[in-house]
């Protein structure tokens, strides 16, 4: 692990962020600092700090110090490593320049690659599969500052340096960057002037730019594929010959030019360059995306494709774990996360929360149990045939109430000692004292981890490289109820991250079910947040100032659903996910949907965060899973290419319950409707609904429309504004027919909100 420390840092805010990264990453053998030697005092902090945080057991990380100054010679910043590893410095630097440069630009989609339908028009004029957009990382300092740094280790003597002139403004962050390392290593204020160019724009013949002095000039270029600018420079000015000329990043090697990250055996993809005249894709059909404007944007040439949800999109297992939950009530939303010895916290909302506790108690009761659960019993008894061991002396599991009552199972079961101890295990409180507690065990023994239900691995994770310094005979295993990791390719890298010791496969992992969702956890902020924020801060504010008879029964159903949605975080939702129809019935299932194959079932075998789950599977399936990654029907969208869900599917799938959670489920870009043809298409669809609102009864149409107006209401549906003006007026209409208080507040907040502040 390489850390780069950005100049007169304070050592005191280093310490979480690094913890949060071991805990999700793991630990490193080796971890590098590479900061300047005037910090060195707070770098000497930081190791200690690490050797603090990293040791556990008989495991040490080896932390080294790469310091950077201006040599006393030739005022070039240069790198010493310390004497402790006597490794060479300016070999690990530019190592790490490579490596972290990759990574910044990786982690920011910095590199734009083409689609089925658009290349890139590079402003060389080549045309590319592939286009480096080196603005997009302009994002965090300290990574802007490394950037910065390597683009001083080749000037000849930066205290001499007066100007500084960016190919385009979206890196003139890195000539900040670079003016604050000079005058910080100097120890005296530079006068630098930094400014863009404008790229080839700087070539044109009506073009005369006035550049400072050659020798006091450095020249950043964002990237090239060729590295013509450079020539093409020199040729119009013949008074920049010497002048310093650097690439950021490049497609491959340039010969005769300074580039600090080529990226071409970084790239899965082959990159190709062409004349415009003589290219390939262009002949193929696709569009070139011309570069433009100083920031050197892409072109905004954008087409959108309608996604139709079609009943072959289901992923597999999705019709046998709705069996599973049928009746159960496992799912809820809106979860804040369980655990026996934290507290909750803001930070660790589940959008979908799954828990199996009740399954491991009834499974304990030894009663008669439905076709799947029964399954699921048998499946978990041959595992465990496999994975507990005669010298399991101790059963931990993580800590919430699903994983505890999974490992009373597990021990009752099993039949186990009472000499075996269950341990609960929090990674963020427990990891010292199970430092202390194993290093007074004889680890001959063998441990069994148990979790009942996995979304992202990380405590598991965590777990385990406690538990690898601490036992040192590989006796763990690992058994898991549930995992809803959300990629298969996530799912690999998890199993080997947690089995792979010396040899692939040192620990055991047994998993009894596995599905794919969404990471549980990916946002603190719900959708159901997100709909209480708007409550809260927008709708009722505005309701209470009107006189209307209508605003008192509004603002009482407003606070009673923002009661129910603030006192959801402790048990989530279950069947209070969406608003009632205007005649107050529960928006439910209907028999025979196309998702399902068994047919026929009872309105009550599923909740509404059961139904959520079906709908999320499937959009995720379209975004990510088989169907995502390889057919045309992807929802993965594209800088040049926004797909969209077709307003068909409202239409098709009309139980309010699926429209409901379509409406929740979605991203708000694949609710993006204004263009044209699909915001007519939109319009006519709520128009019918409100005209059969007032004859829906639970499972008619119009019980959803609440719903859709609350959707436009809060901006993550977009019409055309005088499709939302059409749509307003019948709402309008409707609310005062059916005196449905909750559709007049949204129609009055859409009117003053989103139609009068434009204008309309």
Excluded at 636 to 648: D, F, Y
Aim: hydrophobic content about 35%; proline content about 2%; aromatic content about 10%.
């Amino acid at each position: 692990m390489a850390i780069y420390c950005s100049v007169g840092f304070d050592y005191q805010a280093f310490e979480n962020p690094f913890r949060e990264h071991i805990e999700i990453e793991g630990r490193s053998d080796y971890i590098y600092l590479l900061g300047a030697k005037k910090d060195f005092d707070n770098l000497k902090k930081i190791e200690n700090i690490i050797d603090e945080r990293e040791s556990f057991g008989p495991f040490k990380a080896k932390v080294e110090l790469i310091l950077f100054d201006i040599s006393n010679i030739s005022n070039r910043v240069h790198f010493d490593g310390s004497e402790k590893y006597g490794s060479n410095a300016e070999l690990n630097s530019n190592l790490f320049r490579f490596e972290g440069m990759w990574s910044i630009l990786e982690r920011h989609k910095g590199l734009l690659k083409s689609t089925s339908t658009h290349h890139y028009a590079l402003p060389s004029g080549k045309h590319s599969n592939q286009y480096i957009r080196v603005a997009n990382a302009m994002i965090d300092y300290a990574e802007i500052e490394f950037i910065a740094l390597f683009c001083l280790k080749d000037v000849d003597s930066i205290t001499e340096l007066k100007y500084i002139y960016c190919d385009t403004g979206g890196i003139i962050p890195v000539a900040g960057a670079v003016c604050h390392l000079v005058s910080y290593l100097s120890g005296s204020p530079q006068c630098i002037t930094y400014e863009s160019f404008s790229s080839y724009d700087v070539l044109r013949a009506d073009k005369k730019y006035r550049f400072g002095s050659a020798e006091n000039s450095l020249f950043l270029i964002s990237a090239s594929a060729f590295g013509g600018l450079v020539d093409d420079l020199r040729r119009r000015y013949q008074s920049l010959q010497s002048a310093k000329m650097i690439y950021l990043y490049s497609f491959g090697r340039l010969e005769g030019r300074t580039v600090l990250c080529e990226i071409e055996e970084k790239s899965k993809d082959k990159i190709t360059a062409m004349a415009e005249g003589n290219c390939d894709l262009c002949r193929s059909g696709s569009i070139p995306l011309r570069i433009k404007g100083d920031h050197l944007q892409p072109e905004d040439n954008q087409d959108t494709e309608s996604i139709t949800i079609r009943q072959a999109d289901a992923p597999k297992w999705l019709d046998e774990f709705m069996m599973f939950l049928k009746e159960k009530k496992l799912v809820s939303v809106n979860h804040r996360r369980s655990s026996i010895h934290t507290q909750l916290t803001q930070t660790s909302a589940h959008e979908i929360f799954i828990d199996l506790q009740n399954v491991f108690e009834e499974l304990g009761k030894n009663n008669k149990l439905d076709a799947e659960w029964s399954n699921f019993k048998c499946r978990l008894g041959q595992l465990l045939n496999n994975a507990v061991s005669c010298k399991v002396k101790r059963i931990i599991h993580l800590d919430n109430p699903g994983s505890k009552i999974f490992a009373e199972y597990i021990k009752s079961d099993m039949e186990l000692s009472g000499d075996v101890k269950i341990i609960p295990f929090n990674l963020k409180d427990n990891a010292k004292y199970f430092s202390q507690k194993f290093a007074q065990e004889n680890c001959k023994d063998n441990t069994l981890v148990v979790a009942s239900v996995v979304s992202s691995g990380r405590e598991l994770l965590g777990l385990s490289q406690v538990l690898r310094n601490l036992q040192c005979n590989h006796g763990i295993t690992y058994i898991v109820g549930l995992d809803r990791l959300s990629s298969s390719s996530i799912r690999r890298e998890f199993q080997s991250n947690l089995t792979f010791g010396e040899q692939p496969n040192d620990f055991g992992l047994f998993v009894v079910k596995s599905i794919e969702l969404p990471h549980s956890n990916e946002s603190s902020v719900t959708v159901w947040d997100q709909e209480r924020q708007f409550l809260n801060d927008n709708l009722l504010p505005m309701i209470e100032t009107l006189t209307d008879s209508q605003g008192g029964e509004a603002i009482k159903g407003i606070k009673e659903r923002i009661d129910i949605l603030q006192n959801s975080h402790n048990s989530g939702l279950i069947n209070d996910l969406y608003w009632k129809s205007s005649q107050g019935n529960v928006l439910k299932l209907r028999p025979d949907t196309a998702f399902l194959k068994k047919k026929n079932y009872q309105d009550d075998w599923f909740s509404q965060a059961d139904v959520y789950l079906l709908v999320t599977a499937l959009l995720h399936q379209l975004r990510h899973g088989e169907n995502g990654n390889h057919s045309k029907r992807s929802l993965q969208q594209h800088a040049h290419q926004k797909k969209i869900l077709s307003p068909v599917n409202f239409d098709r799938f009309n139980d309010g319950v699926l429209q409901a959670s379509l409406l929740r489920a979605a991203n708000a870009a694949e609710l993006d409707y204004k263009e044209k043809k699909f915001s007519m298409m939109m319009r006519e669809l709520i128009l019918y609904l409100t005209q059969q609102e007032s004859l829906a009864q639970n499972g008619g149409p119009g019980e959803a429309l609440r719903e859709f107006i609350l959707c436009i209401a809060m901006g993550k549906m977009q019409l055309a504004l005088e499709d939302i003006k059409s749509i307003n007026d019948a709402v309008t209409q409707a609310s005062k027919a059916q005196q449905d208080p909750i559709l007049w507040a949204f129609s009055h907040y859409i009117g003053d909100k989103i139609l009068n502040d434009t204008g309309r």
